[in-house]
């Protein structure tokens, strides 16, 4: 049996839409919310349960945000990614609340992450300093 040239990268792009699509349903349903200020509300108020941060964002930015106590954290989808699921060009922080929802998008996402390479840390364009 052959395997089709590509089928993991298809597998990837699907897997991607998926967890895009969680998120924008946890969104519409204010499960989750996207920003800095929002997500560390949010982590401020116990409410969250899943942590999400771009893997192309500043590592300055992200390390003032910490994996809610007992939560989990995610950091292996993109910004413009992200930004798809709260119909921005890019997010760097997104929370989520505990419930059904947020397990869905953990298990959906270490499907991705198993399919996923490093990017090498390059980060996105809103959070880069000017050197």
């Given amino acids: 049996m052959k395997v089709p040239e590509g089928l993991a990268d298809w597998v990837e792009q ?12 946890g969104r519409k349903g204010g499960h989750a919310v996207a920003g ?12 969250a ?19 809610p106590e007992g939560g989990r954290f995610i950091g292996w989808l993109t910004a413009d990614e992200l930004g798809q699921a709260f119909n921005r060009e890019k997010v760097i922080h997104v929370a989520l609340a505990a419930g059904g929802l947020a397990r869905r998008v953990v298990e959906e996402a270490a499907r991705l992450k198993g399919l996923r390479a490093e990017d090498g840390g390059k980060t996105a364009g809103k959070d880069r300093r000017a050197t």
């Fill in 36 to 47: 800095f200020e929002k997500v560390k509300d949010m982590l401020m108020r116990d409410e």
């Fill in 14 to 25: 699907l897997l991607t839409k998926r967890v895009v699509e969680l998120l924008s349903l």
């Fill in 49 to 67: 349960e899943v942590l999400i941060q771009a893997s192309d964002g500043s590592g300055r930015g992200k390390s003032k945000l910490s994996t």
